[in-house]
């Protein structure tokens, strides 16, 4: 098959496109036929082994597992020995922990759901760590509740573009942050206000937040206090800001420390993949309630393109590998 791998440590440019053998689903795995996958924040850290102490379970000198990539969409075309929930034919999608750019991947069968009928493979591999990401934050650790005012700081990258519409589901009034060139594309989405953090400081307000769900990491918890109602509620993604040896480990110790002593509720969020997470996300996009927002799709074989693209930043939502049949 044929796959994209990261031999060692480094950015795009360390990158390959090579035929590798494939995969073997172990008792409780599926191999998957994959026909798109996504990139995320996640895939950077691992292609440059950052922050350094991620590297004690990935490998010291260089990665242990060469393959990169976490979502995937594609059909089963193997079941392991004790595999009931899925059969050959399925399409499904998820996360897995790495080697999703690839013509073959194999997923345990609790990270997978299935895909609906109405829903394409682009859409649904778009969907899980972002997906996940925004769900989790808002209605586990947010709780957001309909009438409330929620504002989303990063709001037109991949997380943040599910996050606006799920607000929205959830019954909010949604306040969007996020640069000018993406301020109409965060309207179409839903978003009830859109600022445009180059002009206006989304912290001086004189009609407080009830939840700040912060994607972008670039204030400081003093001014998101300032943003919020006495009893609001922060929510702190997982993309924090952080330095090459600990990541975000002091940003999140910091929300942490900053929850014990005041009043507002300050709280980090670690997204956990779960099944029923998908297939709920799943359902949603079926039936248009929930749109994934693709800002390009390129081939396989140009990942190496994409990924020097994305590591950029300033997305405006997901970038999708398509796998030709």
Not at 23 to 41: N, T
Not at 255 to 260: Q, R
């Amino acid at each position: 098959m044929i796959a994209v791998v990261a031999p060692r440590y480094g950015g795009s440019e360390v990158l390959r496109v090579e035929v590798a053998p494939l995969p073997v689903p172990g008792e409780r795995e599926v191999m998957v036929r994959v026909r798109a996958a996504s990139l995320c924040s996640g895939d950077l850290h691992l292609l440059n082994g950052t922050p350094y102490l991620l590297r004690l379970g990935f490998g010291l000198r260089r990665p242990k597992r060469p393959g990169i990539g976490q979502n995937l969409a594609g059909h089963v075309v193997a079941v392991g020995a004790q595999v009931t929930e899925f059969q050959v034919g399925d399409r499904v999608f998820g996360e897995i922990p790495g080697g999703a750019f690839a013509e073959y991947a194999c997923a345990a069968v609790g990270a997978l759901a299935l895909v609906p009928d109405g829903l394409g493979m682009e859409e649904a591999a778009a969907i899980p760590d972002s997906g996940m990401t925004a769900l989790q934050g808002l209605r586990d650790i947010g709780k957001v509740e309909p009438g409330q005012r929620v504002l989303i700081n990063g709001a037109s990258g991949g997380v943040g573009s599910f996050a606006v519409q799920i607000a929205k589901l959830l019954g909010a009034h949604v306040t969007a942050v996020c640069s000018t060139r993406h301020l109409e594309m965060v309207r179409g989405i839903g978003a009830d206000v859109v600022i445009d953090y180059t002009a206006d400081d989304f912290t001086r307000t004189d009609a407080p937040y009830d939840v700040v769900f912060d994607l972008a990491g670039n204030r400081s918890l003093r001014e998101i206090r300032r943003a919020l109602a006495p009893d609001g509620v922060f929510v702190s993604s997982a993309a924090a800001p952080g330095d090459h040896w600990f990541g975000p480990i002091r940003w999140l110790a910091a929300v942490a420390l900053t929850d014990l002593f005041t009043r507002p509720t300050m709280k980090s969020l670690l997204m956990r993949p779960s099944a029923t997470d998908l297939a709920h996300l799943a359902d949603l996009a079926a039936d248009g309630r929930l749109r994934p927002v693709l800002e390009r799709q390129v081939p396989l074989i140009e990942t190496p393109s994409a990924i020097a693209v994305f590591a950029q930043g300033h997305a405006a939502g997901k970038t999708v590998l398509t796998v030709a049949g």
